[in-house]
């Protein structure tokens, strides 16, 4: 059995230090702003089916194998914290993995969506409109995550995750969507490390994969208009 000093279980209680603090952040806005907590978060259920969101989860997986290779390509990946993150994982099995799958891979998924797609998104996309929130909301997603070069590679997938929670209208899409991402990239890590694919191809095929996501659903729900006060997902 992993002792306390396990570099993963440590990395674990770690991450579930932060995203409480993000989790607090997005739960005490919710409750003091005006209107609805569950309306401020997003917490309902939205307009998509489960074939849709299984298709937004697969471009999700698609856009970060896209940026994954991008990094390995740039030289970047060796100097970003995402390299320590896969070594730590690296050969990790039992309770230390099942620890990091909660911690790493559902905590930031609720957390962070409830922040960035439900409070910031809905508040900024009622103000400004849908193209200026998203945009935003994605930009501070990327600055919570506070290293330079994973803030960086974080807010393209910001932007994804708040298509993903303006076309369903509900913030549980981006979350299962984020949980998804999180999950197969602590399993990656686990498994091989940071041995990544890293061609221009593999660049091409996991954007390929975003846009066909997105084309799909909005083909599927173009019927579906978004009404005023709940399209700010």
């Known amino acids: 059995m992993a002792g306390s000093d396990d570099p993963v279980l440590a990395l674990s209680l770690s991450s579930l230090a932060i995203e409480g603090v993000i989790l607090a952040i997005a739960l005490g806005a919710a409750w003091l702003l005006p209107g609805s907590p569950r309306e401020r978060l997003g917490w309902r259920r939205g307009r998509l089916g489960v074939a849709s969101v299984a298709v937004l ?59 960035c797609r439900g409070v910031l998104q809905r508040s900024l996309v009622a103000r400004l409109g849908a193209a200026p929130g998203i945009l935003l909301a994605a930009l501070a997603f990327g600055a919570i995550h506070i290293e330079p070069i994973h803030a960086i590679f974080a807010v393209p997938l910001g932007l994804y995750l708040g298509l993903a929670g303006y076309l369903a209208g509900s913030v549980w899409v981006p979350i299962a969507c984020h949980a998804v991402n999180n999950l197969a990239a602590v399993g990656t890590a686990a498994w091989t490390g940071t041995t990544v694919s890293a061609s221009p191809g593999d660049v091409g095929l996991g954007l390929a994969v975003t846009a066909a996501a997105l084309l799909i659903v909005g083909a599927r729900e173009r019927g579906l208009q978004p009404t005023a006060g709940s399209d700010d997902g």
Do not use: C, K
């Open 57 to 115: 989860a697969a471009g999700m997986l698609g856009l970060s194998h896209a940026l994954d290779a991008l990094l390995a390509l740039s030289g970047l990946l060796e100097r970003s914290g995402l390299a320590a993150f896969a070594r730590t994982l690296h050969g990790t099995r039992g309770l230390p993995l099942v620890a990091a799958a909660l911690a790493i891979g559902v905590a930031p998924a609720l957390a962070e969506e409830l922040l």
